[in-house]
């Protein structure tokens, strides 16, 4: 059987080429893909920033006591949780920095950067997806009055008395962390004296 017996032969054969889509033109078509194109050179890492963004949540805060029976202290950690995830892959926070103020901050007061539990002195650290990490927040010795004083990072601390001693009265603690080129939360804490225990009150 010839092919011109076929029923589809005659469209093939009239058939004119493709030059529109979706009722765009052809140069309709090819001015849209460039402005798409040009959106993504300028702002492409920014998207991806977006879509591949982690997200920190709080999970709980500990009040713990350390030291080694003659010196112990009281201190406040708080656990934080890589929970972003991206299809079947994992995101990864890369040298995260963990910096505590207040919500509404007071005059001549600076952020300060606190350390992380337990580790190597760099203040900035990676969080795998899923992982729980701890971070240092206020501490005090044990069975005194003495008031909290802030856990800077290593490397860095200050004798003035408003940025090395927590005062409960400014209010609520924001926590906020960031990545090496973004910011990937905020966490603010309250802290009740009857219970000699900081809260998390919010967090976005």
Request: hydrophobic share 35%; net charge positive; with cysteine.
């Amino acid at each position: 059987m010839y092919l011109h017996h076929f029923p589809f032969h005659h469209y093939f054969h009239n058939s004119q080429p493709i030059d529109s889509l979706f009722g765009l033109s052809g140069n309709l078509l090819a001015f849209f893909g460039t402005i798409i194109l040009g959106i993504l050179a300028i702002f492409g890492d920014s998207i991806k920033n977006l879509i591949l963004k982690p997200k920190l949540r709080p999970v709980e805060i500990k009040r713990t006591i350390q030291g080694d029976g003659t010196r112990d202290s009281v201190m406040h950690r708080l656990i934080v949780k890589n929970i972003r995830r991206f299809y079947l892959f994992g995101i990864q926070a890369k040298d995260v920095r963990a910096i505590l103020t207040y919500r509404n901050v007071p005059s001549n007061f600076i952020p300060i950067p606190i350390r992380w539990t337990h580790f190597n002195n760099d203040i900035p650290r990676g969080i795998p997806q899923g992982e729980e990490v701890y971070v240092d927040l206020i501490h005090r010795k044990k069975d005194t009055t003495d008031k909290y004083e802030f856990c800077w990072a290593p490397g860095t601390g200050s004798s003035d008395p408003m940025l090395k001693y927590f005062e409960p009265k400014n209010g609520d603690i924001r926590l906020e962390f960031f990545e090496s080129s973004q910011k990937i939360g905020d966490i603010y804490l309250r802290y009740s004296d009857d219970s000699d225990k900081l809260e998390v009150v919010s967090h976005i």
